[in-house]
């Protein structure tokens, strides 16, 4: 890793992240191979259909667990719009889908990706508790059973969305992007495009972590 690199998330961070992504992308195949006939091979490959929905059930419970420590670690920066430049942001979409030659400044976290935060711990949370109701549904009147397979399955739709949507942004689409959940260390210049009002917070707070360089005194810049 070469010197000057900006470190943008720790360890714990990571591991969260792709708890999370992974567990949403093993359900959301396994919950295809259970909703669609054309898709059941994806069951035999498990054993059958009843070993299937136990992956489904019991990586759902994992999901679940990596939602809270998701909601938890970054809701107070990614759950919450900080006006008028999130509302600016938007109206220019941030320049991701057209030419914008000085987008808004924002934080840690643009608009776009508070969005998908909270779409994801939104719905993430119905698919969890409908779940729960799915797996033990003679606990439950069936009108309330069936309206929860209906709450799932819009929740489905939404997080499959914008998982795949997140996925562009995150790679193809913004590069450099990647390298923040991969190693944890991104470029000053990959900041000072995407996220420059966090890197001058970093810098003003003193919390600007350098590869290669001692951390900067607490409350430099003041």
Avoid at 25 to 39: E, K, P, V
Avoid at 94 to 99: A, E, N, S, T, V
Avoid at 182 to 207: A, F, I, N, Y
Wanted: some cysteine; proline content about 4%; charged content about 15%.
């Amino acid at each position: 890793m070469r010197k000057g690199l900006i470190q943008a998330t720790d360890g714990f961070e990571r591991i969260v992240h792709w708890s999370l992504a992974l567990s949403c992308l093993a359900l959301c195949i396994t919950g295809l191979g259970m909703m669609f006939h054309s898709l059941n091979f994806i069951g035999e490959l498990m054993g059958g259909l009843k070993s299937l929905k136990y992956v489904h059930n019991f990586t759902g419970i994992f999901f679940g667990v990596a939602l809270y420590f998701t909601i938890r670690m970054w809701w107070k920066e990614a759950g919450v719009f900080s006006m008028p430049e999130d509302l600016e942001w938007i109206k220019c979409a941030g320049g991701y889908l057209w030419h914008v030659d000085n987008p808004p400044e924002v934080g840690k976290y643009n608009p776009g990706q508070k969005m998908f935060f909270l779409a994801v711990a939104g719905f993430g949370a119905i698919m969890v508790l409908t779940g729960l109701v799915m797996w033990f549904p003679l606990n439950f009147p069936p009108t309330f059973v069936r309206l929860m397979y209906m709450l799932h399955a819009l929740g489905f739709v939404v997080i499959f969305a914008f998982f795949f949507v997140h996925l562009y942004l995150g790679t193809v689409g913004s590069p450099g992007s990647l390298d923040a959940m991969l190693t944890g260390w991104v470029t000053r210049e990959w900041l000072q495009k995407q996220h420059p009002k966090w890197l001058k917070e970093m810098e003003h707070e003193g919390t600007l972590v350098v590869y290669g360089e001692e951390k900067q005194a607490q409350g430099h810049g003041h």
